[in-house]
Each structure stands twice: as C-alpha cells, then as structure tokens.
C-alpha cells in the first residue's frame, strides 16, 4: 500500500518541482540582470496599477548623458558600474512611493504615486553624483522627463511615457544637466 502511495506521489512532486522553477523563470525574467530593476514586461504592469489608484502619480523617462563616450573611454565594466549605480540610486529614490525599471541600454523609468513629495531636484542630483570607480571619480549625468499623468487628457502609462520622453529631450536641450516636467 505505500508503494502505491509514493508511486502516486512522484508525479505530483515532479510537477511542483516543475511549476516552482518555470515560476522562478518568470520572475527572473521580468528584472534586469545586471541592475535588478523591473524589466519593461514587469514595470509596466506595476506602473499601470500604481497610476490606476494614484491620480497624482507622475511618469519619468532617465537617460545616462554621454554613455557612449564613458563606455568608450573606460570600458564596458565602467559602463556597467555607471547603470548599476544609476539603478541603485533611482531605487532608493523611489522608495516605497513608486517603482523604478530599466527599459534596455541607459535608459531608465520610474513612477511615483506623487511627483511633489518625492523631489525631483534631489533625484537630479543624485544621478549627476559622480561615481568612484577603479580609484577614479567618474562623471556621471543624467538627463529626467517627467510627465504629471493627471495633466494628461486621459490618463493612460503610453501617453504619459510619450509626454515624459518628450520632456526628457527638453531636458536635454537645455544642456544635458537636468529634468523637465511635461505640461
């Protein structure tokens, strides 16, 4: 009689087994490896619910000023150091008002539930902190869009992606050293 129960009992084990590793798969795949950020698959479904109950949320769009040239002058491993530290510092920016993700390369997103108490100055500043590396200080900025999705018609995460990007490169033309807030 227990051997029949443990003959009925293997399969089942094996498709637990199974089920907890396609589970771990999943999630492993919705975070960037080298920053631990959401990926764009699992930041947007975050971001939709948290602007879904927050109307003062507000969607940014991050960009590494001069990436390239970081890349190219000290290395791909400095490279790396630079969107880990930038990782690193827009997480704990967000904190627990919001959720940060890398969309691919050096760009970056986030969504705060509110724009006004999570300061976008102290982001700015601390994503232009330059970043010790290899006993050197290298230069670190960032240009922000940020978008206020209440001030959007209709308050949609692809619209206010659309207007932050667009603030992004207002940002950027103002001399690559700052943030702009769509309106």
């Not at 227990?2 to 399969?11: H, M």
């Not at 724009?115 to 670190?140: F, I, K, V």
Request: net charge neutral; charged share 20%.
């Amino acid at each position: 009689m227990d051997l029949q129960i443990a003959a009925a009992l293997v399969p089942l084990l094996g498709w637990a087994v199974h089920g907890s590793v396609l589970t771990h798969r999943l999630a492993s795949a919705r975070r960037d490896p080298l920053t631990g950020l959401h990926t764009r698959a699992g930041w947007t479904a975050r971001a939709e619910h948290l602007i879904r109950r927050h109307p003062t949320a507000a969607v940014l769009l991050i960009d590494l000023d001069h990436f390239k040239t970081l890349n190219d002058t000290h290395g791909h491993a400095a490279g790396d150091a630079a969107l880990s530290a930038t990782a690193d510092r827009l997480r704990s920016w967000c904190g627990c008002h919001g959720i940060a993700g890398r969309l691919g390369g050096d760009e970056f997103v986030a969504v705060v539930r509110d724009l006004a108490a999570a300061d976008l100055d102290a982001l700015t500043a601390e994503l232009h902190r330059p970043l010790p590396y290899a006993g050197m200080s290298l230069p670190l900025a960032a240009s922000v869009g940020a978008c206020l999705v209440a001030e959007l018609p209709a308050p949609s995460l692809t619209d206010a992606l659309a207007a932050a990007d667009a603030a992004m490169y207002a940002a950027k033309g103002r001399g690559r050293r700052g943030s702009h807030v769509s309106r």
